[in-house]
Nanobody
Framework: VQLVESGGGLVQPGGSLKLSCVAS????????LRWYRQAPGKERELVAT????????NYLDSAKGRFTISRDNAKKTVYLQMNRLRPEDTAVYYC???????????WGQGTQVTVSL
């Protein structure tokens, strides 16, 4: 089982990034998907969720209207499009896949997003 994130980097405030997370080793279409983030000295927080259908998404309040989570089951990939980025979005972003009804799941290794001038 593996989840591999990419797409992080350094971006100026107001800019955009698109994170990708490619899955392998499990039946991707059967899993709910999430993006989390963790800033230095802070707890990990849930940023966005997406169900198996790809039609029901939920977002952290501060991400609403700026971030979009999506999935491509054929590519076994989950995305996080992030627009109008702010310095407070700086964190390591992690993708997570969880089978419905289970309490555990699979984690990626994380990708660093830094929003700064």
């Amino acid at each position: 089982v593996q989840l591999v994130e990419s797409g992080g980097g350094l971006v100026q405030p107001g800019g955009s990034l698109k994170l990708s997370c490619v899955a392998s080793g499990f039946v991707f279409i059967n899993y709910n998907l999430r993006w989390y983030r963790q800033a230095p000295g802070k707890e990990r927080e849930l940023v966005a969720t997406l169900d198996t259908t790809g039609r029901r998404a939920n977002y952290l309040d501060s991400a609403k209207g700026r971030f979009t989570i999506s999935r491509d089951n054929a590519k076994k990939t989950v995305y996080l499009q992030m627009n109008r980025l702010r310095p407070e979005d700086t964190a390591v972003y992690y993708c997570h896949a969880r089978y419905p009804g289970h309490t555990d799941g699979h984690w990626g290794q994380g990708t660093q997003v830094t929003v700064s001038l």
